[in-house]
């Protein structure tokens, strides 16, 4: 199943040709992920956590394509040029595409911290911090070697390299969860 999330009752299925794991913790969060059956790369990762009330809150994305919000109360709507960020995987890079955010590429600085990937314009008009969870998880620093930016249609393209450990770690997680799928078929339930 997945190793970068221990614990949590897991149930996995094939669907659509996705294996989905959804893991549900004893504090009763959850989380979704998703892998292509075919090249094992995560295609989503969404999480729903319980706030102090008690109440689950909407499923925020983690991993893949964020739906824009269109209405946030009545009569107000989210500009349609507000930055939005998207992290994809691929097997050597993470890959976070920030669309609305305009030329030059010499605009935008890539710094790295312990834990975040800053990043900010030369003109202080964009700033943001993005956090690698998988890497936080393994306790991996950010190296700034690893970083490359490139920036094409109103979009800056931020890929970090995945550490030769992340990859190794991440080689072992996929051979896992072909072992766990491996006898099951579409639809079918564990119980049955």
């Not at 590429?105 to 202080?124: F, G, P, Q």
């Not at 249609?153 to 072992?179: D, H, I, T």
Request: hydrophobic share 35%; glycine share 6%; charged share 25%.
């Amino acid at each position: 199943m997945s190793l970068l999330l221990p614990g949590g009752k897991k149930n996995a299925y094939i669907q659509n040709n996705l294996q989905k794991i959804h893991t549900i913790f004893p504090d009763g969060s959850e989380c979704i992920e998703e892998f292509h059956t075919t090249e094992q790369l995560y295609v989503s990762r969404k999480w729903r956590k319980v706030d102090q009330m008690g109440r689950l809150s909407d499923w925020s994305v983690e991993i893949g394509e964020v739906e824009q919000k269109k209405e946030i109360f009545t009569g107000l709507f989210e500009s349609a040029d507000t930055p939005i960020v998207n992290r994809l995987d691929s097997e050597g890079y993470y890959i976070f595409k920030i669309t609305n955010l305009p030329p030059p590429e010499s605009n935008y600085r890539v710094d790295v911290d312990a834990k975040d990937l800053i990043i900010r314009t030369t003109n202080k008009k964009y700033f943001k911090k993005i956090q690698i969870n998988d890497l936080e998880w393994q306790n991996i620093p950010l190296v700034q070697q690893f970083v490359k930016v490139k920036h094409h249609n109103n979009c800056l393209m931020v890929f970090y390299q995945k550490p030769p450990g992340m990859v190794q770690f991440e080689k072992a997680a996929r051979q896992a969860r072909l072992q766990g799928f491996q006898n099951k078929k579409e639809g079918e339930c564990p119980g049955q």
